[in-house]
């Protein structure tokens, strides 16, 4: 009798602080659609959480309920989000990433359809919760197979197109929403998500192969599964990178929230003015995210987040001191926080790369809840801008300053940079 052999063994058996054998990665056309798939995967739900925002008020008339309502819709899609994600990534490490996407993805456009045909606000708020879980895979799983399929240098640059993915999506999604209710009605947003859910399904079949195989899988069951979650939030450097991640997102959608009443209402501008100004706020993202990228393979990644977060507060306090002692100036605010969204390009790409690296062990897991509270803290920051006043920019600019202060923190007492985690040389501590 031929006994299992020892990698099937160490397969079925592997815990959260061993890591799983080298992958190989793919290269030329098949790594470049492999990853133009996954960042379109990532797309998704930003492009579902804003893409229907234009139609609120027509909403609320054709619905007959009130805007809070509508905006309840939101809310239900983020819970989803990361409901989603804290459940399908750590299944993920014991099912095999695949068959989880396809069924994400079929059930993204299953829920779009049911949110187009909504007779009233409560079959559309469940639907909306549904189709945030079923969003969930999308992200979740696009992290973890990048973390399957490349390591070393390539890795870091990766998250940084899927972070850049993520910068942009946000600013196009309500202009490609106005465009559709420029000629049809609200329905017609979801329609088309459903539309783009199809093309995403059918990408996933013919581009994303399995990347993790049964041998590398862990044994044991969905309890063993969940253990490695576990595992991982008791280990110190791994959520020092996540609560890193987590607290600049809550300062990054502390922004989203609150801008345009900034802008629009203290500031005077038009709507089309702020356009412009969230769009340049969010180039300034975008560099970050390119400069990440080109230093990534001759810098050490927990050097370039450092400079980042440092980057992040240096615009957040900028912002609050020019508040407190000059006043309210356009050029000031926008100028801060064009610095802050420079500063969150660089972490968004870097705290991921790091944190995939450090819970390699366990991608689905670590990927799950990367996203999941970066997601959770940034959907409780949203409202609290608009909960301490309206008649300054100091409620989001001190949130904004808190946040990146709390992940500052999280980088000195619990990541500790200076160790070096998860670079891709290895030389960091274990």
């Known amino acids: ?39 379109a995967l990532t797309a998704v739900a930003p492009l579902a959480t ?7 008020p027509a909403m609320g008339d054709a619905l007959g309920v009130s805007t809070s309502a509508v905006q309840l819709t939101m809310t239900a899609f983020l819970a989803g989000l990361v409901v989603g994600q804290l459940l399908i990534g750590p299944l993920s490490d014991g099912l095999g990433r695949r068959r989880l996407l396809i069924c994400g993805s079929a059930g993204f456009v299953l ?52 972070s850049q993915i993520m910068g942009v999506a946000p600013i196009a999604a309500p202009v490609l929403g106005g465009a559709i209710l420029g000629v049809s ?4 947003v979801f329609a088309v998500l459903a539309v783009l859910g199809v093309l995403l399904l059918l990408a996933v079949v013919r581009a994303v192969p399995e990347s993790l195989p049964p041998e590398h899988r862990r044994g044991g069951g969905f309890a063993s599964t969940f253990r490695a979650m576990g595992s991982l939030l008791g280990r110190r450097a791994f959520m020092g990178y996540v609560l890193v991640v987590a607290f600049v997102s809550a300062a990054l959608f502390a922004y989203i929230s609150g801008s345009s009443f900034v802008f629009e209402s203290l500031h005077g501008v038009s709507a089309t003015t702020y356009s412009l100004i969230f769009a340049t706020n969010a180039v300034g993202m975008l560099l970050g995210g ?121 980088l000195a007492v619990l990541a500790r940079p200076w160790q070096g985690h998860g670079e891709p040389d290895g030389s960091g501590s274990p």
Do not use: K
Not at 12 to 36: K, Q
Not at 50 to 56: A, H, K, N
Not at 123 to 145: D, I, K, N, S
Not at 185 to 188: E, I, K, M, N, Q
């Open 185 to 188: 009605t609200w329905r017609a």
């Open 50 to 56: 804003d893409m229907y925002v234009p139609g609120f």
């Open 290 to 410: 390119a400069v990440f990228s080109r230093l990534a393979r001759r810098r050490r990644l927990n050097t370039l987040l450092t400079a980042g977060v440092g980057v992040c507060l240096l615009g957040a306090l900028a912002q609050v001191l020019l508040v407190v002692t000059v006043g309210e100036t356009l050029a000031g605010t926008w100028i801060t926080l064009f610095v802050t969204a420079g500063g969150i390009g660089v972490v968004f790409p870097g705290g991921m790369s790091i944190g995939q690296a450090v819970g390699r062990a366990a991608p689905g897991a670590a990927s799950a809840l990367l996203g999941g509270l970066q997601f959770l803290l940034g959907a409780l920051a949203s409202p609290l801008v608009g909960l301490f006043g309206e008649d300054s920019s100091l409620p989001m600019a001190l949130i904004m300053l808190i946040a990146v202060a709390a992940a500052a923190l999280a």
């Open 1 to 39: 009798m031929v006994s299992p052999s020892p990698t099937r063994r160490a397969g079925a058996h592997r815990t959260a602080d061993a890591a799983p054998t080298a992958p190989v990665p793919p290269s030329g056309r098949a790594a470049g659609a492999l990853v133009a798939v996954l960042a």
């Open 111 to 162: 829920f779009s359809i049911l949110c187009t045909v909504a007779p009233n606000v409560t079959v559309l708020t469940g639907a909306r919760f549904l189709q945030g879980v079923a969003g969930a895979a999308g992200m979740v799983l696009a992290r973890a197979v990048l973390t399957d399929r490349f390591q070393g240098a390539d890795l870091p640059r990766y998250f940084a197109v899927l």
